[in-house]
Structure formats: structure tokens, C-alpha cells
């Protein structure tokens, strides 16, 4: 297996984004944390570390804290004290372009009001919330249409399985339907299930 910071160099420096002048990031606090933020250092400044709070417990947050800015908020306090909070995070991106890590979905409430205040030196954010890695990853290329002006691309289809917590009619001018496995006619959307009846998912 390769290390923390190769892995995470690969696929950063294959972004299309890079150069990042800085990260800020939500992750838990662990004996990992300390490599993981290594490997980011190796290539961008750590603006900043948001540590989960179930994970504060522990006696890395030391660690962490003697060699990067900890951020000491909850997600409801990111909510409660947004222009303090986003004020700190302004200071600490020193007007440069940086992106986000957001293990766990602390900024998915003011992402809206992120993106209005920082622009174009908000790069992105790179959002993982626990339990939610796709399932399946599909890449298929879509080919030149002129009548869109669009060149022939890859796509990339991410599919995460979620949990249905209650049916109802959507906000949205869409048209759905809720059907079983057995009725889906999409080769792709097939390969899929599969994996999901393999697993008992």
C-alpha cells in the first residue's frame, strides 16, 4: 500500500485546479490525521484544521494543534457564528485561492454563502461524509455535439447508495417514479444493483 502522501499528491496533482495556495480542512483527529496533513503540506499551506468533535477526545489533537491552526467550531456553531467563522477562514486564506476538505459536511449549510464571498479564490470543496463512498464509478465517453457547442468528454457518473428515511412528493417540476430492482431497463444502472444484491446492501 502506498504512503499517505503519495496517494494523496496522485490525486491532487492530477486536479485541474492545482496550484492550490492553501487547504482548509475538516478531519477526524487520529494518529492518520498527523500523515494526512503532512501530505498536504508537502504540496500547499494548511491554512487551517476544523477537528470533528467526536474525535477531540483524543490525545492527537495535541499533535495537530502545535503544527497547524485548529479551528474550534461544531458544525452548528458554523451555522450560529457564520460570520465570525467565515471571517476566521478569510483571514487564513490570506486573499489567495484554497480549497476545502470537508470530511463529515460541516460547510454543505453555508456553501451557498461561500461561494458569494470568496468567488474565484474559493477553488472547491471536496466533501466526504461517513459511509459515503460511491458504490460505483462509471466513466464513458460522451462524444462531440455540436448542437450544444460541447466537445466530446469523459463523463464520470458517481453513484452512492443512500437510505430512503420517507417518500413524498418532490419540491422540484420533476417527474419520478419509485420502482423495485427487477424493473430497471439501464444496462449501467444494472451492473450496479448487482453489486448491491452481491453485498446484501
Given at each position: 500500500m502506498q504512503n499517505s502522501a503519495h496517494y494523496f499528491n496522485s490525486i491532487i496533482r492530477s486536479s485541474k485546479c492545482?496550484?492550490?495556495?492553501?487547504?482548509?480542512?475538516?478531519?477526524?483527529?487520529?494518529?492518520?490525521?498527523?500523515?494526512f496533513l503532512e501530505a498536504i503540506s508537502s504540496f500547499t499551506r494548511v491554512a487551517g484544521v476544523i477537528p470533528k468533535q467526536s474525535s477531540k477526545i483524543f490525545g492527537s489533537l495535541k499533535n495537530v494543534s502545535e503544527?497547524?491552526?485548529?479551528?474550534?467550531?461544531?458544525?452548528?456553531?458554523?451555522?450560529?457564528?457564520q460570520e465570525i467563522f467565515l471571517g476566521e477562514i478569510s483571514?487564513?486564506?490570506?486573499?489567495?485561492?484554497?480549497a476545502i476538505?470537508?470530511?463529515?459536511?460541516y460547510f454543505a449549510a453555508v456553501y451557498p454563502t461561500l461561494v458569494n464571498r470568496f468567488?474565484?479564490?474559493?477553488?472547491?470543496?471536496?466533501?466526504?461524509?461517513?459511509?459515503?463512498?460511491?458504490?460505483?464509478?462509471?466513466?464513458h465517453q460522451i462524444p462531440e455535439n455540436p448542437i450544444k457547442n460541447e466537445p466530446g468528454h469523459l463523463?464520470?457518473?458517481?453513484?452512492?447508495?443512500?437510505?430512503?428515511?420517507?417518500?413524498d412528493a418532490s419540491s422540484e417540476d420533476i417527474l419520478y417514479q419509485?420502482?423495485?430492482?427487477?424493473?430497471?431497463?439501464?444496462?449501467?444502472?444494472?451492473i450496479v444493483l448487482k453489486k448491491l444484491r452481491s453485498q446484501h446492501l
Open positions: 492545482y496550484p492550490i495556495d492553501s487547504i482548509i480542512a475538516v478531519l477526524h483527529i487520529c494518529r492518520g490525521s498527523i500523515q503544527n497547524y491552526h485548529v479551528l474550534d467550531y461544531a458544525r452548528s456553531e458554523i451555522i450560529s457564528k483571514s487564513l486564506a490570506r486573499n489567495q485561492k484554497f476538505i470537508d470530511i463529515g459536511g468567488g474565484d479564490k474559493l477553488i472547491g470543496v471536496v466533501e466526504d461524509t461517513e459511509n459515503a463512498s460511491p458504490i460505483h464509478i462509471d466513466i463523463h464520470v457518473d458517481l453513484m452512492y447508495k443512500l437510505d430512503v428515511i420517507e417518500r419509485w420502482i423495485e430492482f427487477g424493473e430497471v431497463k439501464n444496462e449501467r444502472l444494472d
